[in-house]
């Protein structure tokens, strides 16, 4: 199992073993399987977010590099010599588990809205992956604010102002 921690800190599990920010491609690679969880992402896509600055044939060996790295951890890869994926059944998030127990949310949504996305990890290697970066705490935050919307309207409704 993969554990995605977002809120309030950038952090991956892996069964037993975490990695951060200062992991910095494995930690992106890894985010940006686990967020396109499910989905055929072809190699060249990754390439290009990884290893933006180096020819083709070594982004392609760093990237089998990279990959062979998350395998070692325990990453469990699908994949062919075009695309990689990881299961979405084999990915936990913070963020989706919070958007499911909205009832409790004031305790526990708040302050991860505080705390903001993948606070401090701002990767430097890539124009191409700041820019998914961005689109992906975007998105997360837009989940995040509705859950907390739907919540502020349950309350209202229960005339529950505590």
């Not at 690679?29 to 990884?50: D, I, N, S």
Request: aromatic share 8%.
């Amino acid at each position: 199992m993969i554990t995605l921690h977002t809120l309030g800190t950038a952090e991956i599990e892996i069964g037993q073993t975490r990695i951060g920010p200062s992991s910095s491609r494995a930690f992106a690679l890894l985010l940006y399987l686990c967020a396109e969880r499910g989905r055929r992402v072809p190699r060249g896509t990754l390439q290009a977010l990884l290893f933006r600055e180096t020819s083709e044939p070594k982004a392609a060996h760093n990237l089998r590099q990279l990959l062979y790295r998350l395998r070692q951890m325990g990453v469990v890869l699908e994949g062919g010599s075009d695309f990689v994926a990881i299961s979405a059944s084999g990915i936990r998030d913070d963020y989706s588990d919070i958007q499911v127990s909205a009832p409790v949310f004031f305790s526990v949504v708040v302050p991860a809205i505080r705390g903001g996305v993948l606070p401090g990890y701002d990767p430097s290697f890539s124009r191409p992956y700041l820019e998914w970066l961005d689109h992906f705490r975007g998105g997360v935050a837009v989940g995040l604010l509705r859950t907390l919307s739907k919540g502020l309207e349950q309350t209202r409704r229960e005339d529950n102002w505590v």
